[in-house]
Each structure stands twice: as structure tokens, then as C-alpha cells.
């Protein structure tokens, strides 16, 4: 995972919840690929046609609100979205997407002062957000060293794998 992040933005409104981000109609779904085409459905059904990897998503309040599905980060990792910027996110939805490696980051107030397609460029380990047009900066809530370490093994199933493999290569050594 790159802690460098640059991307265009696409504005979203306050408690956008999880069937909005991946409509529980489809929770059968277990190809990543065709759980992608429906993200962000809930929205509106054009987001995904027109996603572009790469591509940053700026929230209000309270994003990922609703069920605990896993099937929301995953389509929202899948489709290519580098980075969600919200005011605040759910618990549990935040905890999902870390732990699939999905990088989030808290700052109040950002999705008031951006358009759709402002380009950001944001350091996930200074917790640092500026506006390529403006040139203004923003602080955001600092991102953990546990999280980042999670975050930088690509999720939580790769971080322990890695360590796994470490701990027995040190027991055969």
C-alpha cells in the first residue's frame, strides 16, 4: 500500500450506509469482480460504469453506517477507490475495510470545501490532506501504527500470514 496517495474525488453525502454501498439484493455475489459492478448502487446505479481506479471518495458523517456486511469494503476496494476521506465512519464498517486493507482517514469538514473532481494528494502517514488547485492543506486524525502496519501489508489476513511465516522461520532456525 502506497502511504502517498493522489486521486480525484468523488463527493458523497452524510450516512451513506452499507446497502447504498453494496445492496444487500446481491449479497449472494462472491466473485469480487461482479461484486464491484454493483457498488455504490445504492447512490446512484452510474458510480461504478464510471469509477476510475484511482479515484478518491470524500464522505460526510457516519460513512458505512448500517450492517456489518464485509461485501461493502470489498467492492468498494475492488472497484479501485485508493482512499475514503469522512468526517466520521462506523465502527464497524472502519474496522472492515482496514482489515482488508482498504485505507480510510478521518477529517472533519473536507467534503464541505471540495467539488466532484478536485484532486487531492494525501499523506497517510502525516495524516496531511492538500488540494492540488489550492494548494490548502488540511490535518486529519492520525492513523495508528497498528493500522498503518495493517494497511501497508495489503489487510489483516496478509499481516498475519507474514508474521506467521516469520515466527516459524525463527523456530527453525
Known sequence: MKTQIEGAVIILKDNI????????RYLELVNPEEIKTHCLEGVSPEIAKHFIPGDII???RNFGC???????????????????IADSFA??????????????????????????????S???????IKIAATGETFDCEH????????????GI?????KRFQKKEGNERS
Not at 494525501?122 to 496531511?128: A, C, M
Request: contains cysteine; hydrophobic residues 40%.
Open 66 to 84: 448500517g450492517s456489518s456486511r464485509e461485501h461493502a469494503p470489498i467492492a468498494l476496494k475492488h472497484l479501485g477507490v485508493s482512499l475514503i
Open 91 to 120: 465502527r464497524i464498517f472502519y474496522r472492515n475495510a482496514l482489515n482488508l486493507g482498504l485505507p480510510l482517514i478521518i477529517c472533519k469538514g473536507l467534503s464541505e470545501k471540495l467539488k466532484a473532481g478536485d484532486s487531492l
Open 122 to 128: 494525501v499523506d497517510l502517514t502525516q495524516s496531511v
Open 143 to 154: 492513523i495508528g501504527e497498528h493500522a498503518l502496519s495493517i494497511l501497508e501489508a495489503g
Open 17 to 24: 450506509d452499507t446497502d447504498q454501498i453494496y445492496p444487500g
Open 157 to 161: 489476513k496478509p499481516l498475519m500470514k
Open 58 to 60: 470524500v464522505a460526510g
